[in-house]
């Protein structure tokens, strides 16, 4: 399984203009569902006048979780074109919503496609995309005589420590990339083996 996924670094725009309807594009890095809503909601009260706010997600590095809505325009002519942008980008844990001020002249089920579409690949032309490590947590509590050991293993495999308390007793919290979590592992329990440090995941 890949360790790494790519999303984007921060919140950008987007905007495409077709027979006097105007769409804002605007996609944001999100975690999960609730972090959609307060996005969702933020747009719908900011542009309150706004006709429809159409949205695609796709959430976790296996693109697993994932949903468009066509906000009242034809089935399958917004949310649609939204996520297969997100899609042909290969981009996850991101939100694109795009907001329409609609101009007068309805634009048929194609122009819709291809506004919407048009709209979301600009938000995510503008958008800082990058890669993603996923990396698991464990943490280690052990006697301060073992430190020198625990350190060589941290400094050797360039691993992240995230949280510590030394003294007497010292406790450690370290990140490891999940493709290397296994071999690295087992480096610390053989120190367990040995009775010097406790592991808990």
């Known amino acids: 399984m890949k360790d790494t996924y790519l999303t984007i670094e921060k919140p950008s725009e987007g905007f495409y203009k077709e027979k006097g309807s105007k769409f804002l594009a605007y996609s944001y890095p999100v975690q999960d569902e609730d972090e959609v809503k307060t996005r969702l909601e933020e747009l719908r009260k900011k542009y309150y006048d706004a006709r429809h ?40 844990d991101i939100l694109i919503v795009v907001v329409r001020y609609f101009g007068g002249t309805k634009l048929g089920v194609s122009g819709l496609i291809n506004a919407y579409k048009s709209a979301a690949a600009e938000a995510i032309q503008h958008s800082e995309i990058i890669e993603k490590i996923v990396r698991k947590q464990i943490s280690l ?17 360039d691993l992240e420590i995230k949280n510590q308390e030394l003294a007497l007793k010292c406790s450690m919290e370290i990140e490891i990339r999940e493709s290397d979590f296994k071999r690295i592992l087992e480096k610390f329990e053989l120190l367990s083996a040995l009775g010097h440090v406790k592991i808990f995941d």
Do not use: W
């Not at 959430?59 to 899609?87: K, T």
């Not at 020198?148 to 941290?154: G, K, P, S, T, V």
């Open 53 to 92: 706010y159409c949205y695609a997600y796709m959430l976790g590095r296996e693109m697993e979780v994932f949903r468009a809505n066509d906000d009242g325009e034809p089935n399958h002519s917004a949310g649609d074109p939204i996520l297969g942008q997100i899609r042909s980008a290969n981009l996850t």
């Open 141 to 157: 509590e052990f006697e301060y005589p073992e430190m020198n050991e625990i350190m060589r293993i941290i400094k050797e495999h």
